[in-house]
């Protein structure tokens, strides 16, 4: 390792020249697939091939699965979709799927919506709906459907009851919030890091804890 350390620009030039210019374009990708938000900022040089990569990655995706891709959208090749007909998935032009994410139809993902890394939403059977402009932190879980607890039957034998989930548009779920299955975010909330949302929310409320409570209004902020 030591040799690689970039203590001078010799040591750094020399280290360089010994990795194939190849492994640089698997880590840039792999950069994207993290943080696709660098995607949309790539220089021209680069954004031709990252749109060729995401084409191919895309059209995989709309042929074995339900899914609509909206124009310039950008999709990691390491997050999993799944959608079955009668469950689809609906992304909206300009937003993006991080690696690692896992999503189950229905959902319906609005326009410049941000989905980061080793987020879950499992739509049910009512689905799961993100408005416009919204920022889903990584590590968010989503999960659109309860098991049953009637007392004398085991769960895994308890039907599987769905309300679906609704997020507005202009909302920001901190990293590793998690929503339950009936819930309904009205637009402009910001959710803190780890709460636990139990509870319908009120347009422009700031909301955190486990369960979440109202910490403050977006409208009061300067
Ligand atoms: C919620 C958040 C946005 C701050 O909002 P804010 O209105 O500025 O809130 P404040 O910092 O003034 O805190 C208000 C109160 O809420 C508490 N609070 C803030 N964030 C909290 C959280 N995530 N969980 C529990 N309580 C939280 C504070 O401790 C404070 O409590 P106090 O009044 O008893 O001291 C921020 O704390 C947060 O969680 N950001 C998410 C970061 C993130 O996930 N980034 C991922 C990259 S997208």
Not at 32 to 48: A, G, I, Q, T
Not at 49 to 65: G, I
Request: charged letters at 20%; hydrophobic letters at 35%; one cysteine or more.
């Amino acid at each position: 390792m030591t040799e690689l350390l970039p203590d001078s620009p010799d040591t750094e030039a020399s280290s360089r020249n010994k990795i194939p210019p190849e492994f640089y374009r698997t880590q840039h990708k792999l950069r994207l697939s993290y943080m696709p938000w660098l995607y949309f900022e790539l220089k021209p040089v680069h954004r031709e091939w990252a749109e060729d990569w995401q084409k191919n990655v895309q059209s995989y995706l709309t042929a074995v699965e339900t899914v609509h891709v909206g124009k310039s959208c950008f999709i990691a090749p390491e997050a999993k979709l799944f959608a079955e007909p009668g469950r689809p998935i609906i992304i909206g032009d300009g937003s993006y799927i991080a690696a690692d994410c896992v999503l189950h139809g229905p959902i319906k993902i609005g326009k410049n919506v941000s989905i980061n890394h080793h987020v879950t939403m499992d739509g049910g059977r009512m689905g799961i709906t993100i408005g416009d402009n919204s920022r889903i932190a990584a590590n968010c879980q989503l999960y659109a459907f309860n098991h049953g607890n009637l007392p004398d039957t085991l769960i895994c034998e308890q039907p599987i009851k769905s309300k679906g989930i609704a997020v507005g548009s202009d909302v920001w779920l901190g990293a590793n919030v998690g929503v339950v299955d009936g819930v309904v975010i009205s637009d402009h909330v910001i959710v803190g890091m780890s709460s636990q949302i139990t509870r319908d929310v009120e347009a422009y409320k700031i909301i955190a804890g486990n369960p979440a409570r109202i910490i403050g209004d977006r409208r009061e902020k300067k």
